[in-house]
């Protein structure tokens, strides 16, 4: 994959290219792509002298780091106790089923990518999914295929 290095540069200087800034550029530049891609994390370490194990070991610690390429849409369901116990799994499904990939998958189109969470911080609103990053609580499974036509 060819990517526009212009772009990292952006970000590592926009951050000063300080080694201090390592979380807040790799968040930039996930943000920027959807994911990580290698040749990014190249000039990353090569622009803050950052050896690629330090950068690996952060990228592979947080969840919140891919590197492999995402969905534009990033859907997340709560499998938490309370989500659980009011029908989690059965909008997991559903949502599975809609977009044909199982959680932890992503689309071939990268339009979707799917994931579960052990927990959202609602747990009233139960059962709950976010993409990208709207909040839909209380949501049957039947209505979670149907919030997934507004992001088609």
Request: net charge negative; glycine share 6%; with cysteine.
């Amino acid at each position: 994959m060819c990517m526009d290095i212009s772009k990292i540069d952006n970000i590592i200087d926009k951050h000063n290219a300080e080694q201090s800034s390592l979380i807040q550029i790799l968040l930039d530049i996930q943000s920027e792509h959807n994911w990580l891609p290698k040749q990014a994390l190249d000039r990353v370490g090569e622009r803050l002298d950052v050896p690629m194990s330090r950068i690996q070991h952060i990228t592979t610690f947080y969840k919140a780091f891919s590197e492999v390429p995402k969905g534009r849409h990033q859907i997340h369901v709560c499998m938490g106790t309370a989500c659980h116990v009011r029908g989690a799994q059965r909008v997991l499904d559903t949502i599975s089923d809609a977009i044909g990939i199982k959680a932890g998958e992503t689309d071939a189109e990268l339009k979707f990518s799917l994931e579960t969470v052990n927990c959202l911080g609602c747990c009233a609103l139960g059962p709950v999914m976010v993409i990208d990053g709207e909040y839909h609580g209380n949501v049957a499974p039947a209505q979670s295929a149907e919030v997934l036509k507004n992001y088609e």
